[in-house]
């Protein structure tokens, strides 16, 4: 049987980015937090709730994939920390005028030709150290670049646009 479109949202069946940005800009409007949600305090909220996320797995040593171990109000907590990440990082897009999911898509096509499969396949090297600059024109080669930025790449694909100054 199918069921109503409510329930489907409240398993969180086929959630959109939009939905949620949505959901968070009338959180905000509803509680006058319009003037809160600047770009700065919206950036340094998601910060801090990376900071939380990442005491969840503090002192734990790595976790195998699933946290097949973890009891269940464990990996609820996570839920929510992973939650106010992402709701944050989507309000912090939209106040700053992003399509995040436009970006993404964007950006997952750039890491394709940054990371061609026959160059990276089982390996984990940054692209600036497997890069032999045969393959990929566009992503600058082995430069030696050791802060990971790409020097060299920035121009033809727009991957880096790193602020350069001082
Ligand atoms: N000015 C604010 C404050 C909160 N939130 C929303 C986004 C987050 O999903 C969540 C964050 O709420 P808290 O700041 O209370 O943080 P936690 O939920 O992590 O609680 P705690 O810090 O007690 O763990 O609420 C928001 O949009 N804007």
């Known amino acids: 049987m199918m069921t109503g479109v409510s329930e489907r949202e409240e398993e969180g069946f086929g959630v959109t980015l939009e939905e949620l ?3 968070m800009a009338e959180f905000a409007r509803e509680r006058d937090w319009d003037q809160f949600h600047s770009p700065r305090n919206l950036l340094l909220a998601l910060v801090g709730e990376v900071g939380e996320l990442s005491e969840i797995f503090q002192w734990r040593g790595e976790v195998p994939r699933g946290l097949p171990d973890w009891k269940d109000e464990e990996k609820q907590h996570l839920g ?3 939650s106010d990440v992402l709701l944050y990082l989507v309000r912090l897009s939209d106040i700053c005028g992003i399509d995040l999911g436009k970006a993404a898509l964007r950006k997952l096509d750039l890491n394709a030709i940054k990371y061609p499969v026959k160059l990276s396949k089982g390996s984990s090297k940054k692209y600036s150290q ?3 600059g045969d393959d990929c024109d566009t992503c600058g080669g082995s ?3 050791s ?3 790409g020097g060299g790449n920035g121009g033809a694909v727009g991957i880096n646009n790193k602020d350069k100054r001082q």
């Open 143 to 145: 430069n030696g670049d």
């Open 130 to 132: 497997i890069n032999n």
């Open 80 to 82: 929510e920390e992973l």
């Open 147 to 149: 802060d990971g930025g």
């Open 21 to 23: 940005q949505m959901k």
